[in-house]
């Protein structure tokens, strides 16, 4: 009687090991259902073609259970029909035991195949997609290098257009408001180019107007912004070295343009230039000033 408990013991705890192992194989197969849905069926189906043999082995452990109930009251009579009884169940242990080593080595190498297979197809689908990717990547690039190149050279060509323009109203028409001003002084040049080499120091003057007592370098801009205000007032540091004809002369700076951004014109203000303003009807104006409010470079 205790050998066959402890065959039941046995078959129950091989049983249990079976029973945790597909557990664990359950698991896996719903993680990888996720990236491969056409295995569920067949996974389903192993499963339960599993639970089939789990059935039918419990049922053979009832089977023993009861033989093992019927035994302990008639083990007198039945030793030998127990024993014979015991070797079949054995035998049939043996064989579940087989089949289901079989099973499980199947079903493990058909898991194995179609991981791989899956995983084959998911790189070729990436590498496929990664490609794509990258062509269209590079048609996008080279579209937006494209257009920004010609938003670039027709940017220049307003600009340049434009500025030249707004150069020869205000070259033409400053004298007077200058005048109008209070401030007696003469077109000298527009256009002047100065630079010193050695020190990579290089300075353009749209216009310059000046007196026999001062100069004033017009920085002329059809849009002005504070980068603008910024550059223009570096290069002034540096105007009475590239004209030394102004030396001893007040020198005070003035920015013109049709549009100041937000806060410019008042940034120029700040920093004592002054300020010229062009109208689109071409009617001039400088907004009013101290002299004494001026910076001279």
């Not at 005070?252 to 010229?276: S, W």
Request: neutral net charge; proline residues 2%.
């Amino acid at each position: 009687m205790p050998q066959l408990r402890q065959m039941v013991l046995d078959n129950t705890e091989r049983i249990n090991k079976n029973e945790l192992i597909i557990s664990q194989m359950r698991k896996e197969n719903l993680e990888q259902s996720r990236k491969a849905v056409e295995r569920d069926e067949m996974l389903e189906n192993s499963r339960r073609e599993h639970d089939r043999w789990s059935q039918r082995m419990r049922e053979t452990l009832d089977e023993i259970a009861q033989i093992a109930r019927r035994s302990q009251i008639e083990r007198e009579k039945r030793d030998c029909e127990w024993e014979k009884r015991m070797r079949e169940q054995e035998a049939r242990s043996a064989e579940g035991d087989r089949k289901m080593r079989e099973q499980f080595k199947e079903n493990d190498r058909w898991m194995k195949e179609q991981f791989a297979e899956n995983d084959r197809k998911m790189r070729e689908r990436m590498e496929e997609s990664d490609r794509k990717m990258r062509e269209q990547f590079e048609e996008t690039e080279k579209q937006l290098k494209d257009t920004s190149l010609e938003v670039k050279r027709l940017s220049r060509q307003l600009s340049g257009t434009t500025g030249h323009i707004v150069e020869g109203l205000v070259s033409s028409s400053t004298e007077k408001i200058f005048q109008k001003a209070g401030l007696d002084l003469h077109n000298s040049g527009k256009n002047l180019k100065r630079s010193l080499p050695a020190e990579h120091i290089a300075m353009e003057v749209d216009v310059l107007l000046s007196s026999a007592e001062m100069a004033v370098p017009i920085e002329v801009k059809a849009n002005c912004t504070k980068d603008d205000i910024y550059r223009f007032l570096h290069q002034m540091r540096h105007f009475r070295r590239l004209f030394p004809e102004y030396d001893g002369k007040e020198v005070f700076a003035a920015i013109a343009a049709i549009n100041y951004e937000k806060g410019v014109a008042e940034l120029a203000h700040r920093e004592k230039l002054l300020v010229i303003r062009v109208n689109s009807d071409d009617i001039f104006s400088i907004d009013p000033f101290k002299r004494e409010d001026l910076l001279n470079f």
